[in-house]
Every structure is written in C-alpha cells, then in structure tokens.
C-alpha cells in the first residue's frame, strides 16, 4: 500500500480541520481560544497547530505588546499571497512548477498548432491528447486552451494540492470547473460536513498564492461526499485589482482586531500592576 502524502495525513485528523475551520471562520486568534472553540487541551491545539503551520495552511505571529513580559501567539488561516521566499507556500508553489515540468518533459507531447486526437490538456506550452483532462495524481493540470504562464503556474499549483491531499480531480476542457471524485475524507464528511468548505478555502488559498487570475468561485455538492464540483472563473484586470483592494482592507480590519486585543491586554496588566498590595500581603507576612 503506497504511503499517504504528508498533506493528506495533516488535513485526514479532525480535530485539526475542527482548527482549521475555526480560524476560516472567526479569523486570528490565540492557542487558548482556538483550544476553547475546539474542545481540546492547550497543548494538544498547540501540537495541531504547529502541524498545520507546517504545512502552510496556517501562520503564526506574536503579539504586539509594550509592555515586558514573553507575547502571546496569535494564529491565522493562510490567506492572499506569502511573498516571503522562505515561507511554506512559496516553497510549496515552487516545488509544484518544477514536478510539472518535470512530468511534461517525460509526457510525448504535440505542439500546439498541430491538431490533436480528442480533448487536449495544455502544460508548458505543449498540448497532450488526454481523454479526460486531469489535475490530482495525473500531472497534466487540466485542460486549458490557454498558455498564458499565470494560468498555467495556478494549474500546476492546484494539480500539486490535489495530490498532496489525495484527491481524484478532473478539470473541463473548458477551465470552467474542476470535478473531485471519491472524496479521501468522505467519513469524516458523514457527519461533518463542515470539512468540504474547509477544502474549498484551502483550494482558493492555493489559487490565490500562485498568482493569476484563475479563482475557485463556487463549491457545489452533486453527490457528497463521492462527487462535487467547483466553479473556476477568470478573472478580468479590474477584478483582480479589486480583490487585491479588498485584501488589504480586511488586513487592515484583522489589525485594528489585533490592536483592541493588544490594549486590553496591556491594559489588564498595567492595572494588575498598579493594584495596591493588599495588607498582611508583604514578605514579612509570607514568611510568617
């Protein structure tokens, strides 16, 4: 039996989902209320958290503080694009571009101006016949009757996460939908089914880090959790500038959140600080 990639074991725990989709949902938040809204022991979050963020699907920072004292970690889901050269998804992107040109140069291929037998997938200029097109294990990264580099750069990137997550997939000869067939988490979408829009933001994350202007615009499950489709829309120039906008708006929000959490703080320790010792307290006292 061919062992799991690493992706796939991180994403197949629940309780990490249960993390993950906590902070798809309420966005940056600390080890002690992650723990709190998953019904886990700090340290067991911690653990699953570290995991993740290994991964790149989730990221970490201290908290801003003035005051002395070690800052607490708040932790986000991964989102817009990493442009640190040394982070997990950068790194993940362009393990994925290079495997893809990897398995084109072994592929026979047809060039593009020479008619192909049935539907043709596109990978670094150079079209396979394919019947169907594939993205998840198969490496052409799906049928795209565009060679522009950005799209073929976000087909590779979401070929390669399909994979690591153990997922089936096929993309239409028209870039318009990715199909996913016999889900790897299909137990636990039984009885959560809370796990697919997990996946969907994942996938949108992916898109997003790879930097073109495919999106993932819509999830629909046809027949979950042993088929479902996701909508793929090109986006124009004006939108890409107005989700880049948009993006540094709800930045901009997560750090106002950010510094409310930092004066409460802060506050709470310079009142804590300032209390007056309450009497009988001193060392005299104590050593009583």
Do not use: W
């Not at 653990?47 to 986000?76: A, N, W």
């Amino acid at each position: 039996m061919a062992a799991q990639p690493p992706s796939y074991k991180t994403l197949a725990s629940l309780s990490r989902i249960n993390l993950l989709h906590q902070l798809q949902q309420r966005g940056t938040m600390s080890v002690g209320d992650l723990a709190e809204a998953a019904g886990l022991h700090h340290n067991t979050a911690r653990e699953h958290l570290d995991r993740l963020i290994s991964e790149g699907f989730v990221t970490c920072e201290p908290e801003p503080r003035q005051t002395k004292g070690r800052p607490r970690m708040l932790y986000s889901a991964a989102s817009g694009v990493d442009s640190d050269a040394s982070s997990v998804r950068v790194k993940k992107v362009e393990a994925a571009l290079i495997r893809a040109q990897q398995l084109r140069r072994m592929l026979p291929v047809t060039p593009l101006d020479q008619p192909a037998a049935g539907p043709v997938s596109v990978g670094a200029g150079c079209a396979v016949p394919e019947s169907p097109a594939s993205v998840g294990g198969a490496g052409a990264a799906g049928a795209v009757h565009s060679t522009h580099p950005a799209v073929q750069r976000q087909f590779d990137a979401l070929d390669d996460h399909l994979d690591q997550s153990g997922f089936d997939a096929r993309v239409t000869d028209d870039q318009q939908h990715v199909t996913l067939h016999d889900c790897p988490y299909s137990e636990m979408v039984k009885d959560h089914p809370e796990v697919c829009g997990v996946h969907f933001r994942l996938i949108q994350g992916v898109l997003e880090q790879a930097e073109g202007p495919l999106r993932a615009h819509q999830l629909h499950l046809i027949e979950a959790p042993r088929l479902c489709t996701i909508d793929l829309h090109h986006a124009s120039a004006e939108e890409i500038e107005a989700d880049r906008v948009a993006l540094e708006a709800a930045v901009a929000e997560a750090n106002v959140v950010v510094d409310a959490m930092v004066a409460v703080t802060d506050g709470s320790l310079e009142a804590d600080a300032a209390a007056p010792e309450p009497a009988g307290a001193g060392l005299g006292s104590r050593r009583r």
